[in-house]
């Protein structure tokens, strides 16, 4: 069972505007969310967090919103850059398991 | 220490021969991780180690993986008798206990059974 899932493949969004990626979950023991940003021929690194006790963390350009009555989870990435192109993966980690599981991941590419 | 190293990063291999692949974590970090990843998807979950224990391996692992961690230092993944299905990205990843500020993954070795 896909218990995190990232229901768009792919988003394409001009150089300045907002890009907003999202993220739903069925499981409700989920601890932790967090976004990776991952770049051709490399591995997922590491972008933002939150916990389940809250509902909203910031970090420079990028917002993660989690709305946990609904299981669902974004981020928001403004302004994007072209450098913000890349596959990004939504995440969710149980504190006592310790294991991440990933959505399939958005696939981001942000036009000139 | 400039982060979690995989070797190799890219092995082609005939199907029913064995590989084996290595990860060195970062060596402050005592958990480590595998994961597998398949185009299109997100990194599953293989298996986990804290030191030299293997603590939790999913049910993706079948009897011809094996994952090793002697003296809870650099792990090794080997594959038996490899199928055409193995073919993936093969992601190792360590972390402090507690994991929430984020894993810190390698580069992969990408494995293709001809």
């Known amino acids: 069972d896909q218990q995190v899932k990232q229901n768009s493949p792919s988003l394409s969004v001009q150089e300045g505007r907002i890009s907003i990626l999202n993220c739903d979950y069925t499981n409700s023991m989920f601890d932790y969310f967090l976004w990776y940003k991952k770049y051709p021929a490399e591995g997922p690194t590491f972008l933002i967090s939150?916990?389940?006790?809250?509902d909203k963390n910031e970090d420079g350009r990028f917002t993660v919103f989690l709305n946990k009555s609904a299981k669902h989870l974004s981020l928001h990435i403004v302004p994007s850059q072209p450098g913000d192109s890349a596959v990004y993966f939504c995440a969710a980690l149980k504190a006592a398991g310790n294991k991440l599981t990933f959505g399939g991941g958005t696939r981001v590419l942000v036009k000139p | 220490d400039t982060g979690v190293s995989q070797d190799p990063r890219h092995k082609i291999t005939k199907r029913g021969q064995n590989v084996t692949f290595r990860c060195d974590p970062i060596?402050?970090?005592?958990?480590l991780y595998w994961y597998r990843q398949t185009l299109g998807q997100g990194p599953e979950f293989l298996t986990y180690f804290q030191n030299e224990a293997q603590l939790e391996k999913s049910r993706l692992l079948s009897d011809r993986f094996s994952a090793e961690r002697p003296k809870g230092s650099f792990s090794t993944l080997e594959i038996q008798r490899t199928e055409q299905g193995d073919s993936a990205m093969y992601l190792c990843a360590s972390s402090f206990p507690g994991g929430r500020w984020g894993y810190t993954f390698g580069s992969g070795t990408r494995l293709t059974v001809v």
């Open positions: 060596s402050e970090h005592n958990r």
């Open positions: 939150i916990s389940s006790i809250k």
